[in-house]
């Protein structure tokens, strides 16, 4: 069996997750002498690439001292909270990094909390020591204290530190002593992240996240919790609500780097993606077709926010965009139901527009710059809040 360690990087944003993610997979040879690594590969797509933030989860592994270490992105906003807890899903431990001058902040804060709630144990890396003024000793006891007031575990606040500068590729054990590499935060993920259990018995994997692809269609991505997945497998999807329905697996793949690499058959503890599934959803469990059983569901935050979302009726009607109908903009959004969890749809007395609910306005505002950006014209109503009374 392949050693495997699955953990997930925590970080506000622009304390450098990003960074440190490009200098680990150069520390472990990724890229080649002919690819020169570009800026920030983890934040590929454009709208994350010009607001500097992480709006979408990804994974990437790499090899290392002999055990494959899947590293997966996390959101550091909490407008995109629905893709923070399916990712904890996946993990067995989290790299929380934090900005040796600023220290915790808030956002870090809610991705922290889903983690401790998850009982995984982090591994603190105080990152940007090379700041002037920065205050590493005290940043390391603001965390413990942070960690203290969200009701952590003994196990969880004897966490392991390691400090350094993501942007110029090292860290170490003291930030006193700067080394010339990145292995003393490879070494600690290796010491205290625990390895997935893996179970024998029937096959149980979560889906976690969905991808598309023009080819292949969806693609479920999820870590295998029980069991072997085997290319041509038939297999039971259980969904939220207890259905059940019979489906078969096509193909397999694995992370490797950035990419995926077609595979036959996946371990339990790895994280894959499967292709061939029908009509699922996230959350739903891929289990045995004979004694199907579900692993229980993810709790995604509810959304706080709404818009109303309408067709273009002004003069400047058609000059924008190509994709104009309000049946154009209703299977778009439909379309984004599929892959984001946090949003809402709602239809309206009216065909042309839709009230649309959100977790917050970036959340929103970023999927309407997408649409934009696909070529869908559309009139955006202003933001509401809101309310709702509790034993009121």
């Not at 001058?101 to 890396?125: S, Y």
């Not at 930030?175 to 625990?194: S, Y």
Request: net charge negative; aromatic share 6%; hydrophobic share 40%.
């Amino acid at each position: 069996m392949q050693k495997i360690r699955n953990v997930a990087i925590i970080a506000h944003v622009d304390h450098g997750k990003t960074t440190l993610v490009d200098k680990i997979l150069q520390a472990c040879e990724f890229f080649k002498d002919h690819e020169k690594p570009g800026e920030l590969v983890m934040d590929n797509n454009d709208i994350e690439k010009e607001r500097g933030i992480t709006i979408l989860s990804k994974n990437v592994s790499v090899q290392y001292k002999g055990t494959k270490i899947n590293i997966i992105d996390t959101p550091g906003h909490s407008d995109f909270g629905g893709e923070v807890e399916r990712v904890m899903n996946m993990a067995d431990g989290v790299l929380l990094l934090v900005d040796a001058f600023e220290g915790p902040m808030p956002q870090t804060r809610f991705v922290l909390q889903k983690a401790l709630e998850a009982g995984l144990k982090p591994v603190v890396v105080v990152n940007k020591v090379d700041k002037e003024n920065c205050t590493p000793e005290e940043v390391h006891e603001k965390v413990f204290d942070l960690m203290f007031a969200l009701d952590a575990n003994e196990d969880q606040l004897d966490f392991a530190t390691v400090y350094g500068s993501a942007k110029n590729g090292w860290m170490s054990n003291d930030w006193r002593e700067p080394t010339d590499n990145m292995f003393a935060a490879l070494d600690a993920i290796l010491a205290h992240v625990p390895a997935p259990i893996q179970e024998e018995g029937n096959v149980q994997m979560m889906i976690t996240s969905l991808d598309f692809s023009k080819y292949t269609g969806r693609i479920a991505i999820g870590k295998l919790k029980r069991g072997e997945l085997v290319v041509n497998q038939n297999v039971s999807l259980v969904k939220r609500d207890g259905s059940v329905s019979k489906t078969k697996v096509k193909e397999l793949f694995l992370y490797d780097g950035l990419a995926k690499v077609k595979v036959e058959k996946v371990a339990a503890g790895d994280i894959c993606a499967v292709t061939g599934l029908e009509g699922f959803e996230i959350g739903d469990t891929i289990s045995d077709p004979e004694n199907p059983e579900a692993l229980p569901s993810i709790s995604i935050d509810e959304p706080t926010i709404s818009m109303l979302f309408t067709i273009n009726d002004s003069p400047f009607f058609g000059k924008e965009g190509k994709y104009v109908t309000s049946r154009h903009i209703k299977d778009r959004l439909e379309q984004e139901l599929e892959r984001n969890l946090a949003m809402k749809l709602q239809e309206t007395s009216t065909a042309d527009s839709f009230l649309v609910y959100g977790r917050g306005v970036l959340h929103l505002a970023v999927l309407i710059e997408t649409m934009r950006r696909e070529g869908y014209e559309l009139q955006i109503g202003q933001p509401r809040v809101i309310i709702k009374e509790i034993d009121g």
